[in-house]
C-alpha cells in the first residue's frame, strides 16, 4: 500500500506542481492561446485566474498528503476517520472528473477534447481508482 501511495501522491504533486508552473508560463506550449485551445479549451481570454489555479495546485497538494496519510506514511491530525474520509472524497472528486470529460470530450472533436479522452480523463479514472483502494485498504 505504501508504494501505490508514495506514487499516487508523486503524480498528484506534480500535476500540482504543473498549476504552479502554469501560473506563470504555458509550459511545455509555446504560446497561452495554445494552452488555452489544449489545456484548458476556452479562449485565452477566459484562462482561469492565478488565484483559481493556485487553489487547484494547493488542494492536490492537500490531496497527496492525505493519499500518505491514509497509508501512515505521514501523521493526520483529527480522528482516523478523517484521512479515510477525505482519500475516498479525493477519489470521488477524481472519478467525477475522469468519467464527466469521457462524457463530455466524446461529443466534441477540439483538441482539448481528443487530449482529455486519451491523457486527462483517463489519468483521473486512474488517480481515482488509486484513491479508492488506498481508502479502503490504507
Request: overall charge positive.
Amino acid at each position: 500500500m505504501a508504494v501505490l501511495a508514495l506514487l499516487t501522491a508523486g503524480v498528484l504533486v506534480l500535476v500540482g506542481a504543473l498549476h504552479v508552473l502554469w501560473i506563470f508560463s504555458p509550459w511545455p506550449l509555446r504560446s497561452r492561446e495554445e494552452f488555452a485551445r489544449r489545456v484548458v479549451d476556452v479562449p485565452p481570454e477566459k484562462l482561469p485566474s492565478a488565484g483559481l489555479t493556485l487553489a487547484v495546485a494547493v488542494l492536490l497538494g492537500v490531496a497527496a498528503y492525505l493519499v500518505v496519510g491514509r497509508a501512515d506514511l505521514v501523521g493526520v491530525p483529527g480522528p482516523a476517520w478523517l484521512s479515510v474520509a477525505g482519500t475516498a472524497g479525493v477519489a470521488a472528486v477524481f472519478l467525477l472528473r475522469g468519467a464527466g470529460g469521457l462524457v463530455s470530450s466524446s461529443r466534441k472533436s477540439t483538441e482539448f477534447a481528443r487530449l482529455d479522452l486519451r491523457v486527462y480523463s483517463p489519468l483521473c479514472l486512474a488517480l481515482a481508482a488509486s484513491c479508492a483502494v488506498i481508502a479502503v485498504g490504507g
